[in-house]
Protein backbone atom coordinates (compact mmCIF):
# COMPACT_ATOMS: atom_id res chain seq x y z
CA UNK A 1 0.00 0.00 0.00
CA UNK A 2 1.07 3.52 -0.38
CA UNK A 3 0.16 6.02 2.59
CA UNK A 4 0.63 9.94 3.01
CA UNK A 5 1.55 10.32 6.69
CA UNK A 6 -0.26 13.85 7.87
CA UNK A 7 2.70 16.39 9.68
CA UNK A 8 0.83 15.71 13.68
CA UNK A 9 1.54 11.92 12.95
CA UNK A 10 4.92 12.01 11.44
CA UNK A 11 5.75 14.03 14.93
CA UNK A 12 3.90 11.60 17.10
CA UNK A 13 5.65 8.82 15.56
CA UNK A 14 9.29 10.13 15.80
CA UNK A 15 8.64 10.62 19.59
CA UNK A 16 7.13 7.49 20.34
CA UNK A 17 3.60 9.42 21.25
CA UNK A 18 0.65 7.12 22.70
CA UNK A 19 -1.89 8.61 20.35
CA UNK A 20 -0.53 6.64 17.52
CA UNK A 21 -2.14 3.37 17.94
CA UNK A 22 -0.78 -0.26 16.81
CA UNK A 23 -2.77 -0.28 13.40
CA UNK A 24 -0.82 3.37 12.52
CA UNK A 25 2.51 2.05 13.66
CA UNK A 26 2.24 -1.18 11.58
CA UNK A 27 1.35 0.48 8.27
CA UNK A 28 4.38 3.13 8.96
CA UNK A 29 6.80 0.19 9.82
CA UNK A 30 5.46 -2.71 7.25
CA UNK A 31 8.67 -2.49 4.94
CA UNK A 32 5.67 -3.87 2.33
CA UNK A 33 4.17 -0.06 2.32
CA UNK A 34 5.74 3.05 0.51
CA UNK A 35 5.10 5.96 3.34
CA UNK A 36 5.35 9.52 2.00
CA UNK A 37 5.51 12.54 3.57
CA UNK A 38 4.36 15.81 1.64
CA UNK A 39 6.96 18.91 1.17
CA UNK A 40 4.55 21.25 2.72
CA UNK A 41 4.92 19.24 5.64
CA UNK A 42 8.67 20.08 5.90
CA UNK A 43 7.84 23.33 5.27
CA UNK A 44 5.05 23.37 8.04
CA UNK A 45 7.42 22.04 10.76
CA UNK A 46 9.93 24.74 9.65
CA UNK A 47 8.01 27.54 10.08
CA UNK A 48 6.31 26.57 13.45
CA UNK A 49 10.42 25.80 14.30
CA UNK A 50 10.80 29.65 13.30
CA UNK A 51 8.24 30.77 15.22
CA UNK A 52 8.46 29.05 18.45
CA UNK A 53 5.56 27.12 18.15
CA UNK A 54 7.34 23.60 18.06
CA UNK A 55 10.49 22.07 18.99
CA UNK A 56 12.70 19.22 17.57
CA UNK A 57 15.05 17.17 19.12
CA UNK A 58 17.91 18.08 16.63
CA UNK A 59 17.79 20.15 13.69
CA UNK A 60 16.34 19.96 10.35
CA UNK A 61 18.97 18.26 8.74
CA UNK A 62 18.66 15.63 11.77
CA UNK A 63 15.18 15.33 10.40
CA UNK A 64 16.47 14.70 7.04
CA UNK A 65 18.69 11.92 7.74
CA UNK A 66 15.96 10.29 10.09
CA UNK A 67 13.21 10.47 7.20
CA UNK A 68 15.94 8.89 4.92
CA UNK A 69 16.79 6.14 7.23
CA UNK A 70 13.18 5.16 7.61
CA UNK A 71 12.51 4.90 4.42
CA UNK A 72 10.04 7.92 4.04
CA UNK A 73 9.80 9.40 0.55
CA UNK A 74 9.92 12.80 0.31
CA UNK A 75 6.33 13.93 -2.25
CA UNK A 76 6.75 17.26 -4.30
CA UNK A 77 3.54 18.91 -4.84
CA UNK A 78 2.69 20.03 -8.88
CA UNK A 79 -0.16 21.51 -10.38
CA UNK A 80 -2.01 18.71 -10.69
CA UNK A 81 -2.16 18.88 -6.70
CA UNK A 82 -3.06 22.86 -7.05
CA UNK A 83 -5.63 22.66 -9.22
CA UNK A 84 -7.36 20.01 -7.02
CA UNK A 85 -6.31 22.50 -3.97
CA UNK A 86 -8.61 25.01 -5.66
CA UNK A 87 -11.60 22.71 -5.69
CA UNK A 88 -11.86 21.12 -2.22
CA UNK A 89 -14.52 22.39 0.32
CA UNK A 90 -13.84 24.42 3.00
CA UNK A 91 -14.11 21.59 5.53
CA UNK A 92 -10.63 22.12 6.74
CA UNK A 93 -8.55 25.64 6.60
CA UNK A 94 -5.14 25.05 7.28
CA UNK A 95 -3.41 25.65 4.02
CA UNK A 96 -0.79 22.68 4.70
CA UNK A 97 -3.32 19.98 5.66
CA UNK A 98 -4.90 21.41 2.05
CA UNK A 99 -1.93 20.37 0.19
CA UNK A 100 -1.69 17.26 1.86
CA UNK A 101 -5.45 16.14 0.97
CA UNK A 102 -4.76 17.51 -2.62
CA UNK A 103 -1.91 15.40 -3.05
CA UNK A 104 -3.14 12.52 -1.17
CA UNK A 105 -6.34 12.68 -3.28
CA UNK A 106 -4.40 13.27 -6.49
CA UNK A 107 -1.90 10.83 -6.23
CA UNK A 108 -4.35 8.35 -5.00
CA UNK A 109 -2.50 8.02 -1.88
CA UNK A 110 -4.75 6.42 1.49
CA UNK A 111 -3.92 9.19 3.98
CA UNK A 112 -2.73 8.42 7.53
CA UNK A 113 -4.18 11.00 10.06
CA UNK A 114 -5.78 11.79 13.18
CA UNK A 115 -7.35 14.30 12.05
CA UNK A 116 -11.62 14.44 11.68
CA UNK A 117 -11.68 17.33 9.36
CA UNK A 118 -9.24 15.99 6.70
CA UNK A 119 -11.15 12.94 7.54
CA UNK A 120 -14.49 14.42 5.83
CA UNK A 121 -12.38 14.72 2.44
CA UNK A 122 -11.99 10.85 1.72
Known amino acids: MKYLIDTHILLWYIVGDKRINNETKSKIENKANQIFLSNASIWEI ?5 IGRL ?3 GSLDDLKEYLDRKGFKLLEYDFDDLEL ?13 RLIIAQAKSK ?3 IITNDGQILKYF
Open 108 to 110: SLE
Open 85 to 97: LLRLPFYHQDPFD
Open 55 to 57: KLN
Open 46 to 50: AIKLS
